[in-house]
Protein backbone atom coordinates (compact mmCIF):
# COMPACT_ATOMS: atom_id res chain seq x y z
CA UNK A 1 0.00 0.00 0.00
CA UNK A 2 1.26 3.25 -0.89
CA UNK A 3 0.73 6.75 1.38
CA UNK A 4 1.88 9.99 0.70
CA UNK A 5 4.23 11.82 2.58
CA UNK A 6 5.19 15.29 2.31
CA UNK A 7 8.81 16.74 3.00
CA UNK A 8 10.59 20.30 3.32
CA UNK A 9 13.73 20.32 2.04
CA UNK A 10 16.16 22.83 0.74
CA UNK A 11 14.92 23.78 -3.09
CA UNK A 12 18.57 22.67 -4.83
CA UNK A 13 18.30 19.11 -2.90
CA UNK A 14 15.05 19.05 -4.35
CA UNK A 15 16.51 19.81 -7.93
CA UNK A 16 19.32 17.44 -7.32
CA UNK A 17 17.70 14.62 -6.40
CA UNK A 18 15.36 15.18 -9.71
CA UNK A 19 18.27 15.30 -12.05
CA UNK A 20 19.53 12.16 -10.37
CA UNK A 21 16.28 10.62 -10.56
CA UNK A 22 16.09 11.29 -14.31
CA UNK A 23 19.69 9.99 -14.73
CA UNK A 24 18.80 6.98 -13.34
CA UNK A 25 15.54 6.42 -14.55
CA UNK A 26 13.85 6.63 -11.59
CA UNK A 27 11.44 8.15 -9.35
CA UNK A 28 12.10 10.70 -6.37
CA UNK A 29 10.17 8.84 -4.55
CA UNK A 30 11.16 5.28 -5.26
CA UNK A 31 14.73 6.78 -4.93
CA UNK A 32 13.89 8.00 -1.00
CA UNK A 33 11.86 4.59 -0.20
CA UNK A 34 14.47 2.55 -1.53
CA UNK A 35 17.20 4.93 0.95
CA UNK A 36 14.79 4.75 3.59
CA UNK A 37 14.49 0.86 3.89
CA UNK A 38 18.17 0.55 3.39
CA UNK A 39 18.48 2.84 6.75
CA UNK A 40 15.75 1.01 9.07
CA UNK A 41 17.05 -2.41 7.52
CA UNK A 42 20.72 -1.46 7.96
CA UNK A 43 19.55 -0.42 12.07
CA UNK A 44 17.47 -2.99 12.43
CA UNK A 45 20.15 -5.62 11.45
CA UNK A 46 22.83 -3.93 14.30
CA UNK A 47 19.90 -4.07 17.03
CA UNK A 48 19.95 -7.89 15.97
CA UNK A 49 23.44 -8.39 15.48
CA UNK A 50 24.28 -6.51 18.83
CA UNK A 51 21.32 -7.00 21.11
CA UNK A 52 22.35 -9.52 23.93
CA UNK A 53 18.63 -9.73 25.36
CA UNK A 54 17.06 -12.81 23.91
CA UNK A 55 14.95 -15.19 26.00
CA UNK A 56 18.12 -17.69 26.83
CA UNK A 57 20.42 -14.73 27.83
CA UNK A 58 17.18 -13.76 29.94
CA UNK A 59 16.80 -17.11 31.57
CA UNK A 60 20.14 -17.38 32.57
CA UNK A 61 21.07 -14.07 33.68
CA UNK A 62 21.74 -13.78 37.46
CA UNK A 63 22.80 -18.00 37.56
CA UNK A 64 26.32 -17.02 38.42
CA UNK A 65 28.33 -15.36 40.97
CA UNK A 66 28.79 -11.70 40.20
CA UNK A 67 32.71 -12.33 41.13
CA UNK A 68 34.49 -15.67 40.30
CA UNK A 69 37.21 -16.35 43.38
CA UNK A 70 38.45 -19.40 41.25
CA UNK A 71 38.06 -21.50 44.07
CA UNK A 72 36.45 -24.43 41.57
CA UNK A 73 39.45 -24.04 39.05
CA UNK A 74 41.30 -26.75 38.20
CA UNK A 75 44.93 -26.88 37.06
Not at 30 to 59: A, C, G, Q, R
Not at 60 to 73: L, R, V
Amino acid sequence: MLTKLTLTIDKRVVEQAKLYAKKKHRSVSKIVEEYLMNVSYNENKFNMEYNLESPLTNSITGMFEKEYNGEDYDK
